[in-house]
């Protein structure tokens, strides 16, 4: 089956999504929530797998820690991937973890060469210790940093090239780092090393109560803004694998097939203008 278009996989959700007869439609997961001996969760992950090509989204490999990934955590990933071989594994361009202290955030970092190196290693590690290329992920930001040398859009395109990693796009976390930082994000977009993309994620963002900011909560649906980036994302560059992210106030399975359904026509849409253009 080529994978088209995705939705996280939930448990509240399971029996309709392994019953869907959606054409394209793939499943994503958390590998950390599935890092156990046994259970119904593996089980769980296994009946999907058997109905669909799964794909591995991490929190947890912390790449531009001051330290090497965590060696269990990355043998743990890499047991899942090797019995569940995924089409695509990713992780965020973040840290979370200093020491023994893991931190529940994807946090920032100023993009200096000496970030880049140490992300380029970890990158690496990890690369190396899974025997497969990893997709980046880019942030999603909430206040400006001092100390920046790299744009994003640059300091991805260099980790590409210097690991041989792919990237994941998150147009919604462009939306809402445009919004909380104040830049362009079709600009941001145009310059996004957009050959190296093999995955993209659409989700939904709330505004914070206290301030100006968006928060990018995955607990709504998909916001005009971030379909029409997407729209104009993919007429320019083609169709890449699209995951639609609902992590919280989860609705009925309908409405999220429908907002899947809906990437996959702009999908489409975007094929044919491109064959015939």
Known sequence: MHPTVGIGLKADHFGDAIASPTAGLWFEVHPENYMVAGGPRLAMLEAARAARPLSLHGVGMSLAGAADPDRTHLAALKRLV??????????????????????????????????????????DIAQSALGR??????????????????????FLREIVRRTGC????????????AHNLGFDADAYLADFPAAAVGEIHLAGYTPDGATDLLIDGHNAPVADDVWALYARFIARNGQRPTLIERDADLPPFSELLDERNRAADLLTQAVRELEHA
């Open 82 to 123: 090797d019995r569940f071989e995924p089409f695509r594994v990713s992780e965020h361009l973040a840290w979370s973890r200093i020491g023994d202290r893991c931190f529940p955030d994807l946090l920032p970092f100023p993009r200096t060469g000496e970030a880049l190196a140490r992300v380029v290693r970890n990158v």
């Open 133 to 154: 290329t990893i997709l980046i992920e880019n942030p999603t930001h909430y206040l400006g940093l001092d100390g920046h040398v790299w744009s994003e859009p640059d």
């Open 166 to 177: 792919g990237l994941l796009l998150d147009i919604n976390n462009v939306a809402v780092s």
